[in-house]
Structures are given as structure tokens and as C-alpha cells.
């Protein structure tokens, strides 16, 4: 067993004391620690330098989002012939005491399972907020037990595919189903690893037996991110079924729609939805014309 594990940063002061204390108590079920830092100021990343002295750092010139900084450490993890399993693991996510090692177990009790996760709890609580995410008659994904408690869900399962935030994979599985998307820059890489991991035979899975907790530790006073986040989902949504579901995808481009019309007649009246409204649309439009530009997110 020989665990390296991702985490992405971009100075994150705001919560770095937390992402020490959450790492301080997981580390020792880790062979290698990669950061991948975006872009940050130079005194934050000192301080990361001078916290995480037994990790490697990569630090990237400019911000890859997530899909193009997760897969410079997988990139680098691969290249250690030693390292079995690769984690992407956030850096507001608190695990329970030996929940990687038990993750590793699950991941490597069945031969096709290529990607487990943690059953993932809200902060500090015994509610679930995902216990991976399962497909409907019609492709519209579902975050599954969301708000059960821990004790009436299954011990693990099959599902279409896990969160992104925490989770674990063989290294057989990046080698043969490839990187993350790098134009996705952020949301809907999951959806996207699925429909490429289900060619290569892989399934993804989750277990309750290991316990993880999302903290949402969220930066104080923050500018309004709502409409970049309703644009990127909107747009990447749209490029994943183009690229992956055929017509069975034009059904669902036509459901999203009229959802999302649907609850902005709701909302009307919030100024708030309205912009993340007008913004997600813009994203489907995107989306349809396979514009992945990022750049307005520098």
C-alpha cells in the first residue's frame, strides 16, 4: 500500500490553520503529499513551504482551476512506479482516524472498481451530504442520501460516480482512463471521468466505512461567485453531453432548460438568481458552441 494524495491551493489564508490541523491528523496513512499551488502570493506560499516541509510542492505560474492542477500531481504521483493509489483530497475535508487506509481496502476488493470515496458528511455532523451520485432514466445525475444519517444507508455501493473533493483511485485507473479535462477548469470533471472510466470497464464506488467531513470553509467577506459558478456549470454540462451522450443528451439539454426557466420564474424576484440565472444560461450557449475559453477567470 502506497497512497499519494493531491491537495490544490491558491491563498488560502483564511483557512490554512484548519488545512494544517485536517492534514497533521491524516498524514501518516499517506506514502507522498503532492500541493499544487495556483498561482499564489509569495507570502502565503511561504508559509505553506514553511508548514509542509515533507510535501512536494509544484507551483504553477498561473491558475489551472482544478482539472489542470489536480493533474499536475497526478502527473507527478505516476511517476513514482511505487505509488498504487492516487487521492485527490480538498484542503477543507477532516477525515476520521484510519478512513484512508480503510478507503484503500474498499478500493481494492473488487478488481473493477477504479474510484471510492468516503461516505461525506456535512460539518461537523452525522448528516450525509453525498454518498456518491447516481444517474436517472433520462442522465440527469443525483447526489445520493443527501441528509440521512450514516446508520440507514447501505455499507457501500456502486454508484455512477463520486465527489470530487475526496476521493481515492488505482493508479491503473488515470493510466488508462487518462487526466482530468483541463478545459473544464472546475464542476461537472466527475460527471466526465465517468462516461471515459465506464469505456475502460472501470465502476466507482462508496463505503461508509470510511467517514470524511467537508468543513465548507468559505473565504470571509468574499465577492459573489455565483455567477462565474452558474456559468462554468452551465457550460461544462452542456460540453459533457455533446462530447458523451448523444441524443439521449439533447433530452436532457431540453429538461435542463426548462428546469432552470422553471425555477427562474420562481426566483424572480431575487436579484441573485436572476444573475446566476442569465449567467448559466450564457454557460449553455457556451457549452453548445464548445467555447471552453477560461480566461476571464484570471
Known sequence: MKIAAITITYNDDYKFDEWCQHYSEYKDELSKHIIVDNGSNKAYLDKVRGFFKDSIIIERQNNGGCTGAYNDGISLALE???????????????????????????????????????????KDSNKIESYGVTFNLIGIPKIQDRNQTVSNVDK????????????????????KVGLQDPKLFMYNDEMDMYFRMKKCGFIEGVTKESVAWHQHINYPNSKDMSADMAYLNGRNRVYIIKRHMGVIGLVMFVYMLTLETAVFIRDISSKRSRKAYFHKWKGFMAGLKGNMDNSFLD
Open 80 to 122: 513514482d512506479e511505487n505509488v498504487d493509489a492516487i487521492m485527490l483530497i480538498g484542503n477543507d475535508i477532516k477525515w476520521k482516524n484510519g478512513a484512508i487506509k480503510l478507503l484503500y481496502k474498499y478500493l481494492y476488493s473488487n478488481e473493477k472498481l477504479g474510484m471510492a470515496a468516503p461516505v461525506m458528511l456535512k
Open 156 to 175: 457501500s455501493k456502486k454508484v455512477s460516480y463520486v465527489q470530487g473533493g475526496a476521493n481515492m483511485a488505482k493508479r491503473t485507473f488515470y493510466e
